[in-house]
């Protein structure tokens, strides 16, 4: 029997650009929350992995869980930098920044 040349695996692709938000100075983790959806067809999906790219001028942080009341990042990307998580498996992302309106971009598969 012939093969399809086709994965049986569905492929998922998620891409978002913009400024963190949030109130006051700082971007807050709950106000920059990420849910993981298929720009096809919105199917929410657990990532493979990510790319969180800062555009801005100050750190970004970024956590996996929702911040418990003081908990820390589990990463920062610094300004201009690029950072891939490769074998990163999650359904959001949370991000905060020292400075709200710094320019993100992220994307995960």
Request: proline share 6%; glycine share 14%; charged share 15%.
């Amino acid at each position: 029997m012939a093969g399809t040349q086709e994965t049986s695996i569905r492929s998922y692709n998620f891409f978002v650009a913009g400024p963190i938000t949030g109130a006051g100075v700082t971007g807050l983790y709950a106000e920059n929350v990420h849910e993981f959806v298929d720009v096809d067809d919105g199917t929410p999906f657990q990532s493979h992995s990510i790319i969180i790219a800062n555009d801005g001028a100050a750190d970004i942080a970024f956590r996996f869980t929702a911040d418990p009341g003081g908990g820390g990042p589990h990463g920062v990307v610094k300004p201009t930098e690029q950072l891939p998580l490769e074998f990163n498996r999650g359904r959001r992302i949370y991000l905060s920044g020292t400075v709200a309106g710094s320019a993100f971009r992220l994307w995960a598969w």
